[in-house]
């Protein structure tokens, strides 16, 4: 097999970053969190370029998904590359289009493994909540009169095209990410460990 590329889709706070880090960890292979390379590359944090310009954070966002595929591919010391997305890339045409173009699959030996984590509306806005509660603030599409029904119906909306682009679900409820790691592992990457570790690992 060659090199594997391993997308993590799905909504925000439905635990991306850390089970990119955990499978990344497991793997020996390098992990890439979109949010991190979006400020790296424009110095501002995604949610100021948000607020400053739609089009320019997702003309950031697909830019930053472009660049972590081709670097990804271009460096011949990397075997893996994990790649945590942000909340609402399905969103994002130009960005969509460089993840179909990839053809996300789950079958063994594929190049490309998107996986979609799944959590209810009801689990993200209470995380949401909790986050607001430490100091946060809610996201600017959510400042609405109704912001839990707002995110609601986006919630929904986004979980249904994020199955659709996947190439299967975790559903991602009361786990750590520790065991959807380990579920990633034993559902999509390879019934067993070993194969994608003797070609993941650096």
């Given amino acids: 097999m060659g090199k594997k590329i391993v997308l993590l889709l799905g909504p925000k706070h ?5 089970a990119a880090r955990a499978l990344a960890d497991s793997l020996r292979c390098r992990c890439v969190d979109l949010d991190v390379l979006i400020e790296t590359r424009t110095g501002k944090k995604p949610r100021t370029l948000y607020r400053e310009g739609v089009e320019a954070f997702r003309r950031a966002e697909a830019e930053a998904v472009s660049e972590a595929v081709r670097e990804s591919r271009a460096d011949e010391n990397v ?8 909340g609402g890339v399905i969103d994002n045409e130009e960005a969509v289009s460089i993840i179909k173009a990839l053809k996300p699959l789950n079958n063994e030996g594929q190049s490309v493994i998107g ?3 799944e ?4 689990t993200a806005w209470n995380r949401i909540c909790r986050s607001v509660e430490a100091g946060g603030e809610l996201p600017p599409f959510l400042q609405t009169e109704a912001p839990e029904e707002t995110h609601r119906l986006l919630h929904e909306r986004r979980n249904r095209a994020y199955k659709e682009l996947a190439g299967f679900t975790v559903i991602a409820e009361n786990k750590t990410e520790e065991d959807i790691a380990a579920e990633i592992l034993q559902r999509g990457v390879s019934a067993d460990k070993r194969i994608i570790e003797r070609n993941c690992r650096t």
């Fill in 119 to 122: 959590v209810s509306a009801k």
């Fill in 14 to 18: 439905s635990g991306k970053t850390s």
């Fill in 115 to 117: 996986v979609f984590l």
């Fill in 79 to 86: 075997r893996c590359t994990v790649i945590s997305t942000g």
